[in-house]
């Protein structure tokens, strides 16, 4: 049996006190946070990337979730620019990431050079997406199957 505490926690009443200051209840706050296994959309946003060799990369900037499917599809990691100047998009297959504990990050085996190849966009791109065409791309270039 998993003798992590929160294994223990059946209800409500078993995470104890959980009212802020002004006696407003925040257990959503800790029960949609993080565990052992699961995270926060909200938590994944701003998390850096590395690749193999340790070199940030960038940082999470959204999660593309199938609706259909009810998974991930990929994590959108902005890239370069300065002040949102010049910076990229670049969708990265959700299964192709690890989590580092102890970076606090996630990894994906590209080199920078891997990386400028990958597809990617711009801000202004984003308006003018045909998702048919940039899934293929996707899944050509990473090999992953279809979401």
Request: aromatic content about 8%; cysteine-free.
């Given at each position: 049996?998993?003798?992590?505490?929160?294994?223990?926690?059946?209800?409500?009443?078993?995470?104890?006190?959980?009212?802020?200051?002004?006696?407003?209840?925040?257990t959503?706050?800790v029960?949609t946070?993080?565990?052992?296994?699961?995270?926060?959309?909200?938590?994944?946003?701003?998390?850096?990337?590395?690749?193999?060799?340790?070199e940030?990369?960038?940082?999470?900037?959204?999660?593309?979730?199938?609706?259909?499917?009810?998974?991930?599809?990929?994590?959108?990691?902005?890239?370069?620019?300065?002040?949102?100047?010049?910076?990229?998009?670049?969708?990265?297959?959700?299964?192709?990431?690890?989590?580092?504990?102890?970076?606090?990050?996630?990894?994906?085996?590209?080199?920078?050079?891997?990386?400028?190849?990958?597809?990617?966009?711009?801000?202004?791109?984003?308006?003018?997406?045909?998702?048919?065409?940039?899934?293929?791309?996707?899944?050509?270039?990473?090999?992953?199957t279809?979401?």
């Amino acid at each position: 049996m998993d003798e992590t505490p929160h294994a223990k926690i059946t209800r409500k009443a078993d995470l104890g006190d959980l009212t802020d200051g002004a006696g407003q209840d925040r257990t959503f706050d800790v029960v949609t946070d993080e565990n052992d296994t699961l995270i926060s959309a909200a938590k994944v946003i701003g998390t850096p990337v590395y690749n193999g060799a340790g070199e940030r990369l960038g940082s999470i900037d959204s999660l593309m979730l199938n609706k259909r499917a009810g998974r991930i599809a990929y994590a959108v990691m902005s890239f370069g620019g300065v002040l949102g100047i010049g910076e990229r998009y670049h969708p990265l297959p959700w299964a192709r990431l690890t989590f580092d504990d102890d970076r606090g990050g996630y990894n994906i085996d590209l080199s920078p050079a891997e990386l400028a190849d990958a597809p990617h966009f711009t801000r202004e791109d984003l308006e003018r997406i045909d998702a048919s065409a940039h899934g293929t791309a996707l899944r050509d270039y990473y090999g992953t199957t279809s979401w």
